[in-house]
């Protein structure tokens, strides 16, 4: 399935209020106004490094490594749920969305029931990659996507601090959530950057080449680095 490069879903249109679900880098680094978050989770879906990136996180034949969804019927994907309200937040989020997650990122959306801490429950969207879109890399051994995430690099920053920041953000914002590939991935990362440190100046690591186009200034994706957080939580 191509990415949908409409604005809203069919099923959103006529909707004066919107729920998108977050479970990658929006959970740190939304970039666009939102009226409230929740924390809570999907059911029937997993979190998996099986997208490739060729913009945010790698460049073209050296594509990083981003999460997406993968269904699975006792599947549970913590994350967030941003709400958006009226018409101009809606139309300038998805906006943003759109570019960053279906042009650039190679994603696409669909709608599913969040399940909110307190309780509660929303339709959401959510953006996903299925074996259909562009630059889907699937299913390979931890030590290969370790690897991979080690060596790549796009115009939003080097993989490993997207990687980094995901399982930090979970543990931090999110301690019910037990996922064992994000935790086993970033554990599995920092031993081979330890040991990849201990013969290489930390400096060369980071030092991979970046191209960036003119397509890369319509999402001001250089001036939003993964590092300096965005988020907003309302206690």
């Known amino acids: 399935m191509a990415p949908n490069d409409s604005f809203l879903p069919e099923y959103c249109t006529d909707t004066t209020s919107l729920w998108v679900f977050g479970y990658g880098s929006l959970l740190w680094k939304p970039n ?3 009226s409230t978050v929740e924390i809570g989770h999907v059911k029937g879906y997993v979190r998996r ?4 990136n060729t913009t945010h996180r790698g460049v073209p034949g050296k594509p990083g490594r981003v999460v997406t969804l993968v269904e699975q019927a006792e599947g549970v994907t913590w994350g967030m749920a941003f709400l958006l309200q009226g018409e101009a937040q809606i139309l300038a989020a998805l906006g943003h969305l759109n570019t960053r997650e279906c042009r650039l990122g190679g994603y696409t959306f669909q709608n599913t029931t969040f399940y909110a801490r307190a309780g509660s429950q929303h339709d959401v969207v959510v953006y996903t990659a299925t074996p259909d879109c562009p630059h889907y890399m699937g299913p390979a051994p931890v030590h290969t996507i370790a690897t991979e995430i080690l060596s790549s690099r796009g115009m939003s920053g080097h993989n490993m601090e997207y990687l980094f920041q995901l399982a930090e953000t979970v543990r931090r914002l ?7 590939h994000l935790f ?5 990362t920092r031993r081979l950057l330890h040991r990849l440190s201990s013969r290489t100046p930390s400096q060369e690591i980071f030092a991979l080449p970046v191209k960036c186009t003119d397509e890369d200034n319509n999402n001001n994706l250089k001036a939003w680095p993964s590092s300096t957080s965005t988020l907003t939580i309302s206690h």
């Open 184 to 188: 086993e991935l970033e554990s599995t």
């Open 174 to 180: 999110i301690p019910e959530d037990e996922d064992n």
């Open 32 to 34: 666009f106004e939102y």
């Open 49 to 52: 490094f099986w997208q490739g």
